[in-house]
């Protein structure tokens, strides 16, 4: 199944709450003919446009190859949170990389949200970014695990912006009956997805970059010069940057053996006036401990938007706010006659271990991709160190390539199946409290 043509209109946003309060940036042309660039950036997310922003910056010719609209993907429809550090914590990294490289990736981590509001400030980009991440506990007993994370990142990471939260704290600030405490990370925080999407895009075009929407990539010639063909035209380059994330398709099989796309989904209600109070009292994100994670935060218009659901196939349900509608009443049963105004779904990737998939396809081509959820920060540093290391300093992006990142068992073909009984096997853990 090609998954950039399985859930929605050929060209056009979803109809989401992002695309109904984002103002579209005219549409680009196709590629039509030959073309050619130093550089080919496949992808208009913010891997891509920020590869293809920091490349111009940097004096090259590159052009942009979307297959839809910029922004189109999980860039236009995610959840906002720009979290601190990497996926996985850094107790974690330190047992894979050992301490060093541990310390390493939490600072490009910290690069990675800095980088975020610097080019929100730099490019004028009609976004703001507001500050503080909760972590809501689902079961009390996690709640040694986040003390002794808070504590561990100040004693050895430098970081003191990590406060935790009994219960009553918590409620203090998002009065959900489920939660029995967690933290809450000043240092991180979250913006308008799409808005920050188009403002690269803006940003990119105005550095001299040659996007065109509507071109998707169905051939790549691999050489010292390459050469990477659309349905209607072709470009000719001497370096390529892939940053397809869920839509890669077999592009690269063997990427596309680490990197799995999965649906996500979320709902905006109504505005909720008044009842704000008894959702959240801070304008503040929120994501929970489970497993099929709930995240949520409010809209500039006071609107609660909601993610979560489960979903093991590549198509979209039927009636998307009824999947999400159910664990938001989990969370909120106040919420119980609330309208839903919007609800949208995206494709993400994640990967084996929750870490993003840097790789180098051959000397002239580079990938990054399947971020799991944390992909707002990361991608977009990622974009960075593709351009760093396509201008030839890699010593970032070969550290992030260093990090283990094994296949799926079952290879493309058994790999969703397996995962569709893991997700069941852990949501049904969420349900019964193990």
Known sequence: MNLLHANDQTGRYPQSYYAATAAPLPAFPPLRGAAAADVCVVGGGYTGLSAALHLAERGYDVVLLEAHRIGFGASGRNGGQVGSGQRLEQEALE????????????DLGEEAKALVRDLILRHKIDTSFKPGIVHACWRRSELRHVRA??????????????????????????????????????????????????????????????????????????????????RDGAITARHLVLACNGYLGQLVPQVANRVMPINNFIIATEPLGPR??????????????????????????????????????????????AVVRKPMLQVFPQLHDVRIDYA??????????????????????????????????MATLAGRLLAEATAGHAERFDLMASVPSPPFPGGTLLRTPLLGLAMTWFALRDRLGI
């Not at 009292?281 to 489960?310: C, H, I, M, P, T």
């Open 149 to 230: 994370n808070a504590e561990k990142l100040a004693r050895d990471y430098d970081y003191p912006h990590v406060t935790c939260l009994d219960r009553e704290a918590l409620r203090a600030i998002c009065p959900s009956p489920g939660y029995h405490g967690g933290d809450i990370d000043h240092g991180a925080g979250h913006i308008h997805p799409l808005r920050f999407a188009l403002g690269l895009g803006r940003a990119a075009t105005t550095a001299g970059v040659r996007i065109h929407e509507g071109s998707e990539v169905t051939g790549l010639t691999h050489g010292p010069t390459l050469r990477i063909t659309t």
């Open 95 to 106: 047992k894979l990389l050992g301490p060093a490289n541990a310390r390493k990736l939490w």
């Open 276 to 321: 704000l109070e008894t959702v959240l009292r801070q304008d503040v994100a929120v994501a929970d401990s489970k497993f099929v994670v709930n995240y949520f935060r409010l809209s500039e218009d006071g609107r609660l938007l909601f993610g979560g659901g489960e979903s093991y196939g590549y198509r979209f349900p039927a009636d998307i706010a």
């Open 344 to 377: 949208w779904g995206g494709t993400l990737a994640i990967t084996m271990n929750r870490m993003p998939c840097f790789a180098r396809i051959a000397g002239n081509v580079l990938s990054a991709s399947g971020y799991s959820g944390h992909g707002v920060a």
